[in-house]
């Protein structure tokens, strides 16, 4: 008893160990989880932002190079727009980004359209039909990017009358009093038309698959509000500050604000200034000196992108919804597998805690066994013994006696053979080396010649057997030997464990392509618990091990593993102290 309860106590303390594990696992997790989580927005806040810059800067950097100065195209001198479009077409990672230029003056006169096989500017119809319009009512500004049309409108000033001249980190030349420029009027504006296919079949994949190849994201440009997305950032602007194309880091300038331009030292020199004025913002001018002859570029700071454009993001929401359900998912698989793992511990730990408990039973049977069979053999040895003793001391010379003596001698050398040979036969089932000698067997002939092997025995105790062996049975390939020593060992525990009921009803009937043999008896019964286990080895119930029944506990198991070997199963029905129904089913 004492053992049974340290056993549950064990038990009872694994299961709480393995509770609080599992609990903490679950916080372990989660903080894992919830920190996985912060670090995968982060990256994924910084590879969009990444995208949108790169994209962004493609756009800058077609607008940006082709702001020739004003004079150019008042003196219809495109030597300098030709070079900036050879040195693009060369140096660009999508040449073909740009379809075309149209060139629009402020002074209402006639649209320019860049004809590539001419390399100049001739007349054209106006790519935006309100822009003519807009500049002969005084209007401005106009905006920046049409995402309609995919067009970027670059603006075109007069030369500013009076500059600053700056170098990163200090003014030089400056004056006394802070000098406030106005800005320079509008001369026109350049039209530069963009390829729409260029932009959604190569620049977007291509971004893509820079940063984000694992295709865990589904990326999305689209105007309007960004919630419920992982990472937005804002596409299409134009604010000159981030490193442009035709770059050199030795030409970068920097505003107070921390815009910047940077202009490629192999076309450019490095003269760069910037002037403030007092409307919105500033301007920023490159005065380019190159081979003698100075050239100006103009490049605006700020309002450069309206409130159409600044609404058009890149989005970027995880395939599985959003980070927080992706990693719900894999919190939710990382618990199952710890959890699984978890059982399979305890589940190991069980199964050896069971084993142990099984083998501790096991090897208790094993000793009642031996004891049992001990106090079996002992009984026929002692007769035997004092038969024979008696024979050898002449204690009795009659004839009637001695036979009398002899057929004791024989009765009790017969139930110690049978025992030998039962143990015999469960080595030889549990050592996989019995051998079955499979014949057409008439079911008929093998049930009578059972009963008639068992009869003696039951007229001995006063037991009736009744017979119900149905018609017409078939015949079965089985071994005559080994199904008709079950079908005794179940008519013997009949008539063995009877309740003063000296009854036994064997009876076969053919159902479904199975033969089926029950042997049924009114004795005391098999209680639910011990029904469990009647066909394990050496097992014995306490009701007839305290009733002080003769036996072994093999009888049971060795029908068991004779009728499986055979291909077919038994059954067992019991209620305590009502009787048992045994019932064998081969197949026919």
């Known amino acids: 008893m004492k053992r049974s309860w340290t056993t549950s106590l064990l038990i009872g303390a694994l299961v709480l160990l393995f509770v609080a594990l599992g609990v903490l696992q679950y916080h372990w997790l989660q903080q894992i989880s919830h920190a996985n989580a912060e ?36 003196q219809n001198d495109w030597a300098e727009f030709n070079e900036r479009l050879e040195y693009w077409r060369a140096n660009a990672q999508f040449p073909e980004l740009i379809s075309g230029f149209y060139f629009v003056p402020r002074d209402g006169s006639s649209v320019l359209k860049f004809d590539t096989n001419s390399k100049a500017f001739v007349a054209a119809s106006s790519p935006d039909g309100d822009a003519q319009a807009q500049f002969a ?8 990017i049409d995402l309609v049309s995919s067009t970027l409108y670059l603006p075109i000033v007069e030369a500013p009358a009076k500059t600053i001249h700056v170098v990163p980190g200090r003014l030089i030349n400056q004056p006394t009093e802070r000098t406030v420029m106005k800005v320079p009027p509008r001369f026109g504006y350049v039209a530069i038309l963009l390829n729409k296919a ?18 865990d994201y589904k990326l999305a440009i689209a105007d309007g509000d960004a919630a419920g997305t992982d990472a937005n950032a804002k596409l299409y602007d134009l604010r000159p500050d981030n490193i442009m194309m035709f770059a050199s880091r030795d030409l970068v300038q920097r505003k107070p604000d921390g815009n910047s331009v940077v202009v490629d030292s192999r076309i450019e020199s490095h003269s760069s200034q910037w002037t403030e004025t007092s409307d919105k913002g500033s301007k920023i001018e490159l005065k380019i000196q190159r081979e003698g002859k100075p050239r100006t570029s103009v490049f ?12 058009t993001k890149l989005t ?78 002449g204690v009795t010379r009659d004839a009637e006696r001695v036979n009398k003596y002899g057929e004791l001698i024989k009765s009790e050398g017969n ?35 059972a009963i ?34 079950a079908i005794q060992n179940l008519i013997t525990n ?24 029950a042997v049924e008896d009114r004795g005391i019964g098999i209680s639910k618990s011990d029904l469990k286990q009647i066909f394990e080895p050496f097992f014995r119930s306490k009701e007839v091990v305290d009733a002080q029944i003769h036996g072994n506990g093999l009888g049971l198991s060795l029908v068991k593993k004779t009728v499986e070997a055979h291909g077919g199963e038994i059954a067992a029905n019991s209620e305590l102290g009502k009787g048992s129904k045994f019932t064998i089913e081969l197949n026919a």
């Open 316 to 393: 970027a929401t995880h395939t599985s919804g959003s980070i927080d359900a992706f990693m719900a998912g894999k919190l939710r698989n990382s618990l199952a597998i710890g959890l699984s793992l978890l059982l399979l511990t305890a589940g190991a730990v069980l199964a050896i805690i069971i084993s142990s408990v099984r083998a501790k039973a096991a090897a208790q049977r094993q000793i009642d066994f031996v004891s049992s069979v001990s106090h079996e053999f002992r009984t026929p040895l002692a007769v035997i013994k004092s038969a024979g003793e008696n024979l050898a001391d």
């Open 415 to 449: 139930k110690l053979s049978a025992m030998v040979e039962q143990i015999l036969e469960f080595a030889g089932a549990n050592s996989g080396k019995q051998r079955l000698k499979l014949e057409p067997t008439s079911v008929t002939d093998l049930v009578n010649s």
């Open 300 to 311: 605006t700071a700020t309002t450069l992108t309206d409130d159409t454009t600044g609404g």
């Open 137 to 144: 009512r005084g209007e401005e500004p106009i905006k920046q």
């Open 494 to 517: 009949s008539i063995k464990y009877s309740n003063g009921e000296h009854w036994v009803r064997v009876s076969a009937s053919n159902g479904n392509g199975k033969v089926k043999i």
């Open 452 to 485: 008639d092997e068992c009869r003696p025995i039951a007229e001995d105790r006063g037991f009736t057997i009744e017979t119900d062996i149905a018609a017409g049975l078939p015949e079965m390939s089985v071994d005559r030997s080994a199904i008709s020593q």
């Open 198 to 215: 260029v932009l959604d079949d190569q620049l977007v994949p291509a971004l893509s698959d820079k940063y984000f190849p694992d295709k």
């Open 39 to 74: 670090k995968e927005r982060e990256r994924v806040t910084e590879q969009t932002k990444r995208f949108a810059a790169d994209f962004n800067r493609e756009l800058q950097n077609a607008y940006f190079n082709f702001q020739v100065p004003a004079d150019a195209w008042k």
